[in-house]
């Protein structure tokens, strides 16, 4: 089929893919499901069938909390509520870890924050990992632990999300005081009153400019400076 090789290895808990593997992670996959006729019911006899540890009871109970309507076609269910479906499917056999590929994306705000909010709850009931991939960075920042930025292919950022924010900030000033601030300046933006720079070791420049107003960065703010910004 002309396929290229993969290269390197993928491990899981520290050791290779095996058939085990699989009862110990979940996914949630854009366009990938079950039939689109299948009914709920249908989803869980698979279900039972696939995975030894599948939590039948534990599986209903997550969708009586969303208000899940038993009696639809999957093709009959809206989208929040088939992201809802494939996150409950992906957890009730209790994994310990979830790979989740933009799994609020094109969701209304309410609905996104109700899954985010799940996702948060599962996330303290025991030892357990997400691996979160999304271009919705304000639920990155609602629930990441640690954050990797991958740009253009390449890992340009891997830190702790807490860290990342307390590390880096927003200057305004003028391009002319720019030079003045030496490594601390990572990357700058022009706009029509000011440049602005994304600065690092922010409690270490305000103890060397203590005049100088240093605003917050977010997740975003950052992400955005380090794609983009002009220096």
Same mark, same amino acid.
């Given at each position: ?94 994994p ?5 590929d933009? %799994?609020?994306?094109?969701? /209304? ?5 109700? =899954?985010?909010? $799940? !996702? ?20 990155i ?12 292919g ?12 307390e ?18 300046i ?17 409690q ?5 400019? %203590?005049?100088?107003?240093? /605003? ?5 703010? =950052?992400?955005? $400076? !380090? ?5």
């Amino acid at each position: 089929m002309d396929l290229y090789r993969y290269d390197g290895d993928i491990k899981v808990f520290g050791e290779k893919i095996h058939k085990e593997s699989f009862e110990k992670i979940g996914a949630v996959i854009p366009d990938s499901f079950f039939n689109d006729s299948f009914k709920i019911k249908d989803v869980v006899d698979i279900l039972k069938v696939a995975y030894k540890n599948f939590d039948e009871e534990s599986f209903y109970d997550c969708a009586d909390k969303f208000k899940m309507p038993r009696d639809k076609k999957l093709n009959e269910l809206s989208t929040g509520n088939l992201m809802k479906l494939k996150i409950i499917s992906a957890i009730c056999h209790k994994p310990e870890l979830l790979i989740f590929d933009e %799994p609020t994306s094109g969701l /209304d705000p309410v609905v996104r924050d109700e =899954i985010i909010g $799940f !996702l948060f709850d599962y996330m303290r009931d025991g030892d357990r990992t997400i691996l979160f991939s999304s271009h919705i960075l304000s639920d990155i920042e609602k629930i990441a632990d640690y954050i990797i930025y991958i740009h253009q292919g390449r890992v340009i950022l891997y830190d702790e999300k807490d860290s990342l924010i307390e590390k880096y900030g927003i200057l305004k000033t003028s391009e002319e005081n720019l030079k003045n601030y030496g490594d601390f300046i990572l990357k700058t933006r022009k706009n029509k009153y000011s440049t602005e720079a994304l600065i690092k070791n922010v409690q270490v420049f305000k103890e060397f400019y %203590p005049n100088e107003v240093v /605003d917050r960065a977010n997740v975003e703010d =950052i992400m955005i $400076f !380090l794609s983009r910004g002009g220096q």
